[in-house]
């Protein structure tokens, strides 16, 4: 064993007993409570606390966790929406030590400047700015150390989480989640993937002017550092007092970056968080959104995406064929007429917008807090008696990205006709043309 593998092995050893203990710890309380009668009603804030302490990529599981309705119960689901995935920064003197095995020791010498404090720290690496010889702003992400080592550990003991609930309310199989987080979390350690995958994005958003994609830098990434160009913007909850046109308009970008992506080439931005949009400006006011990290994208095949279209018309028309049709093309398997009936109590709530011909905000008089809460009760309580029911895997993160994609519409108060840009979304949509254009755009990335 080389001493580089035994440096990973023994990081993955540190990172197993870690999580192992904390989250171990927080079940084995739950597990006590439940056969000592207890009601337990510290047992979410304790496990949040438990994952929160622990940084790195089990808060992205956690959060991602979080928003896939029934996979944890409400109460925890709730807390793990409170974690922020801020780690603490690398120090300059690691920095440069990185920066020098990824790029050479000559690696000052290939940018005009190149700040020693990080802009941003999120769950798996930094973005520090520098700036080209050419004098164009760039922005470089840095993976922190050991982050494969700590993935590895940190969806091995994903396992307790899911053990957790199971135990507690299993209406819902979550064999097929944990498979989607595994894969897509350790796709995000790949920075090479993501530079083609932000190529990818602009090649599928060239036409569209309200939303901008940085252009990666080949020549200064890596697989652990990522170079993109560096878009001025705000935040997107600076924007939320703005007047209603301007919100429109940054919701609407908000739409055509998600759905114009997946109607046409069966693709979508897999990661709802705020931190991963900025709104641009022009002339003062707020024109569209700079779309910038392209580490969870999904790529699915165009079936699925039939799959989405077929659900819709078979809501918007009562066929209930092409309904059955669209849940089994997504994977559902042994669905009976009452697993279906709770299925579409979900569907209808994530489609109401879009089956609405009408301009509306997208939770219509539902206060914020409470949007969604009823159908996921309802979900909840006819599953208890009907299911369970095995969620596949590629739903996993098309819902993900939908609830977050409303999240967004929610913190903006957005006044649109959602029907109508969804059915201009889906115009001349065709299972075939999402496949022609699918193998064209990853071709062009360097996907295939």
Known sequence: MTDDERNRLSARARRYARVGANVGGVAAR???NRMLGRDGANNPAALAAALGGLKGPIMKVAQMMATIPEALPADYATELMKLQSQAPPMGWAFVKRRMNAELGADWPAKFK????????????????RAVAHDGALLACKLQYPDMASAVEADLQ????????????????????IAQEIGARIREELDYIREAKHAELYRHMLADAAQVRVPRPWPDLSTGRLLTLDWLEGQRLLDH???????????ATAMFTAWWHPFSRFGV??????????????????????????YGCVRIFPPSFVGGVVDLYR??????????VHAYETWGFQGLTKELIDILNIWARFIYGPLLDDRTRTIADGVKPSEYGRREAFRVHKALKEKGPVRVPREFVFMDRAAIGLGGVFLHLRAELNFHRLFNEAIADFSVAQVAKRQTAALTKAGLV
């Open 30 to 32: 739950i597990a006590g």
């Open 113 to 128: 400047s190149f700040e020693h404090k990080p802009a941003a720290a999120a769950s798996l690496g930094q973005v520090h």
């Open 157 to 176: 003991q994903l396992g307790w989480l899911l053990a957790i609930h199971r135990r507690m309310d299993p209406v819902i199989d979550t064999s097929e």
């Open 240 to 250: 939320v007092d703005d007047d209603l046109a301007a919100r429109n308009r940054i």
């Open 268 to 293: 979508i931005h897999g990661d709802p968080h705020l931190g991963n949009y900025t709104v641009f400006s022009e002339r003062g006011k707020p024109e569209g959104i700079n779309l910038l990290d």
């Open 314 to 323: 078979g809501l918007q028309q009562g066929d209930d064929a092409r309904v």
